[in-house]
């Protein structure tokens, strides 16, 4: 168990819906990343926020928006969903905000049909 | 653009042999590599790590070793056991823009066979 947990495990919507996946960190980390995993893909870095702020922007969609709150829980909102983003999305956290030092969340997995 | 491969999907072991997952990645700005191991229905955890300043960093039954020349990362897990079955993702670090990103390979599954 990373510490970080992730809500809720699993997802099943229609295209064009919105939905919110929830991350809370580690206690004391302030830091939190997501990233989607797709079908035989590798982890594609989405977003990192460091104690509340926007502090790195990977692949990110226009769609796909998020925010990390005062209690550093963190919240990915994806909307105008497709197909394609049907994926494991994980969330992970680390203290400094370092890469290196990352703990991972066991992901929400995302389906769209 | 994939800057960091894994160009063999799976890799099948006896128990008690050597395991060696090969990572290659293009970009020459990375300057620090990652190996996560990641079981079914949980999320990727952290294995070991190198600098590029370095060439072999050691933990215990795992060795990666770092040849920057040719821009390619080995992971050697000896000796193998069957706990060892997961998906292995190589990963690598660079400073972009400000911030610090990792990129992540498709990922490798091994198998011990007892």
Same mark, same amino acid.
């Given at each position: ?5 992730? $809500?809720?495990?699993?997802?099943? $919507? /229609?295209?064009?819906? #919105?939905? $919110? %996946? #929830?991350?809370?960190? #580690? ?27 926007? #502090? /790195? ?52 997995? %995302?389906?769209? $049909? | 653009?994939?800057?960091? =491969?894994?160009?063999? @999907? ?10 060696? &997952? ?5 970009? +020459?700005?990375?300057?620090?590599? &990652?190996?996560? !191991? !990641?079981? *079914?229905?949980?999320? @990727? ?22 040849? !920057?020349?040719?821009?390619?990362? +080995? &992971? ?5 056991? *069957? ?17 610090? =990103?990792?990129?992540?390979? =498709?990922?490798?599954? &091994?198998?011990?066979? *007892?």
């Amino acid at each position: 168990d990373s510490g970080v947990t992730q $809500t809720p495990k699993h997802l099943i $919507t /229609a295209t064009g819906q #919105r939905v $919110t %996946l #929830r991350c809370s960190p #580690r206690s004391g980390d302030l830091s939190v990343y997501w990233y989607q995993q797709s079908l035989d893909q590798g982890l594609q870095f989405l977003i990192q926020y460091y104690n509340g702020e926007e #502090r /790195a922007k990977g692949n990110i969609l226009e769609r796909f928006s998020a925010q990390q709150f005062p209690d550093l829980h963190s919240e990915l909102n994806l909307s105008s969903l497709e197909l394609g983003d049907s994926a494991l999305y994980f969330c992970a956290s680390s203290v400094s905000g370092r890469v290196h030092e990352q703990y991972f969340g066991p992901g929400t997995r %995302l389906t769209v $049909t | 653009d994939q800057q960091v =491969k894994q160009n063999s @999907p799976s890799l099948s072991v006896q128990e008690g042999r050597i395991s060696i &997952l090969n990572c290659d990645y293009t970009n +020459s700005m990375f300057d620090y590599f &990652l190996w996560y !191991k !990641k079981y *079914p229905a949980e999320g @990727p955890t952290f294995l070991i790590s190198i600098s590029s300043i370095k060439d072999k960093n050691e933990d215990g039954r795992f060795t990666v070793f770092l040849n !920057k020349s040719a821009k390619h990362l +080995s &992971l050697h897990i000896v000796p193998s056991q *069957p706990g060892d079955s997961a998906v292995y993702f190589c990963a690598a670090s660079a400073m972009q823009g400000g911030s610090e =990103k990792l990129v992540f390979g =498709k990922g490798m599954k &091994l198998t011990v066979n *007892p």
